[in-house]
């Protein structure tokens, strides 16, 4: 779970491009949107494309999405039970 983890938060460096943060400075438990990393509704809809291309898992809907995409903890729990 922690390679899982820590290839969730490498996505989040360089595919999402946040600024001035490395893999290693997110938490496991940070907040994905809001006060967490701050991302937003297009954020959202380009995480929902790279988990699919990363990990061949769908989010189908915005329910789906908002159970998922609530931290690293709770995404990477999401990913593992759908592989």
Do not use: C, W
Not at 23 to 44: K, M, V
């Amino acid at each position: 779970m922690d390679e899982l983890k820590q290839k969730i938060k490498e996505i989040f460096v360089n595919d999402l491009k946040i600024q001035g943060v490395k893999p290693e400075d997110i938490a496991d438990d940070t907040q994905l949107f809001g006060d967490g990393l701050g991302l937003d509704s297009l954020d959202a809809v380009e995480l929902v494309v790279l988990i699919q291309k990363h990990f061949g898992v769908e989010i189908a809907n915005m329910d789906e999405g908002k159970e998922a995409f609530v931290d690293i903890n709770t995404l990477a729990k999401y990913i593992k039970e759908r592989q």
